[in-house]
Structures are given as structure tokens and as C-alpha cells.
């Protein structure tokens, strides 16, 4: 079984921020970990993901994210928020989703 | 196809009324998702199919909730006697790999249940 934990629904940055957004993860098979970005009224995109190799993962619009197994965590980062990034970020195990976080930037 | 096409966009359904929704993978594609996504909250599964088999069904909420995909290419959600509660965004996404490498998502199907 796999569940994942999404801390806070909501984070908000001011624009050239870090960003920082939570994952936990559960899984009882070896856990393959994926971002999903998702703006208002359109589908899910994917951000990065990892399967195996390399802990530290890059994706899409400077976003990276590193696999801690010793702490079963997946947190996304990017170093300097732009006002193109407010979404809904999910975080996902084996297809599983979290809640999600609403990123929102402020000028 | 380009992408994953779900139809319809949207869909009206009277409280008691069947529905069915439609998913078209991309071509090829080996593994299908579905899933449910109430306003404001994230995707819960629903379904896996890897080709025409459904491996795992156990997010199904009920057995008013069915799901198909006879020759491992589309897929079809069902949902019998609809009710309120089953108003969300029905999202379907697909892989070209077994092993949950990422998948690409459709649009979605918005079912409002009135």
C-alpha cells in the first residue's frame, strides 16, 4: 500500500523566493516518485520524477526535487519563484496522489 | 493520437441517470488510470488496466462505478444511478511502460450530477 502526505494546502512566496513544497511518502514497494503541476481549469503535467538512480531529480521550469529514503520524503524545490508558477502542485507515489499544495506568488 | 482525448468535455446527468465516459490513450500505450477528482482536492485512484486486464479495481467507490477496456486500447468509466456525490472531474491517464514511469493525463471530464 502506498500514501502520501502533502504538509500545508497552502504556500505563498513572494516572487524571487525559494519554494519549498512537502512530500511524504509511504510505500511498501520500492516507490517510484513523481511532481504533477496543475493550473486552473487545465490537466495534470508533469513535473519530474524518479524511479531509481539518482536522488536528486531535475524537471521542467526549474523545479528539482530530491528522494530522501531514510526520511520516506520527495520535496520539491525551485530557488527563485516566479508569478507563472501559482498552481496546484501534487505530489504522487505509484500513481498515488497526495492532497496537493496551492502555490500562490506574490508580487 | 497526439495525446490522451477524453469525452465528453462535460456532462450533465439527472440524480439516477447512467453515464459513461470515454478514454483514448495514447497509441500503444500499455497501462490506463482513471481517477476522481473532487473540486479542490487531488486525484484518487480508481482503476488500473494494464492492456485489457484490469489489475486493480479497489478505488472503485461503489459497484455503481464500472470500468472497461476490452481491447486494451479505450476505456470506458460507467457509472450507474448516478448520484451528487459523484460530481467531479473524471481524469484518465496512460503509459507506455508497466513499470509507473509517468503518464500523461487528459483533460478530464467534468460531471456535474443535478
Known amino acids: 500500500a502506498q500514501s502520501v502526505t502533502q504538509l500545508g494546502s497552502h504556500v505563498s512566496v513572494s516572487e524571487g523566493a525559494l519554494v519549498l513544497l512537502r512530500c511524504n511518502y509511504s510505500s511498501s514497494v520500492p516507490p517510484y516518485l513523481f511532481w504533477y503541476v496543475q493550473y486552473p481549469n487545465q490537466g495534470l503535467q508533469l513535473l519530474l520524477k524518479y524511479t531509481t538512480g539518482a536522488t536528486l531529480v531535475k524537471g521542467i521550469n526549474g523545479f528539482e526535487a530530491e528522494f530522501k529514503k531514510s526520511e520516506t520524503s520527495f520535496h520539491l524545490t525551485k530557488p527563485s519563484a516566479h508569478m507563472s508558477d501559482a498552481a496546484e502542485y501534487f505530489c504522487a507515489v505509484n500513481m498515488r496522489f497526495g492532497a496537493g499544495t496551492r502555490l500562490t506568488v506574490k508580487p | 493520437g497526439a495525446g490522451v482525448s477524453q469525452s465528453p468535455r462535460y456532462k450533465v446527468a439527472k440524480r439516477g441517470q447512467d453515464v459513461a465516459l470515454r478514454c483514448d490513450p495514447i497509441?500503444?500505450?500499455?497501462?490506463l488510470f482513471w481517477y476522481q477528482q473532487a473540486l479542490g482536492q487531488g486525484p484518487e485512484f480508481l482503476t488500473y488496466f494494464q492492456n485489457e486486464a484490469q489489475l486493480d479495481k479497489s478505488g472503485l467507490p461503489s459497484d455503481r462505478f464500472f470500468a472497461e477496456r476490452p481491447e486494451g486500447s479505450v476505456s470506458t468509466l460507467k457509472i450507474q444511478r448516478t448520484q451528487q456525490e459523484d460530481s467531479a472531474v473524471y481524469l484518465c491517464?496512460?503509459?507506455?511502460?508497466?513499470?509507473?514511469?509517468?503518464?500523461?493525463f487528459g483533460s478530464g471530464t467534468r460531471l456535474t450530477v443535478v
Open positions: 497509441s500503444g500505450h500499455v497501462s
Open positions: 491517464a496512460s503509459s507506455a511502460s508497466t513499470n509507473n514511469y509517468g503518464y500523461t
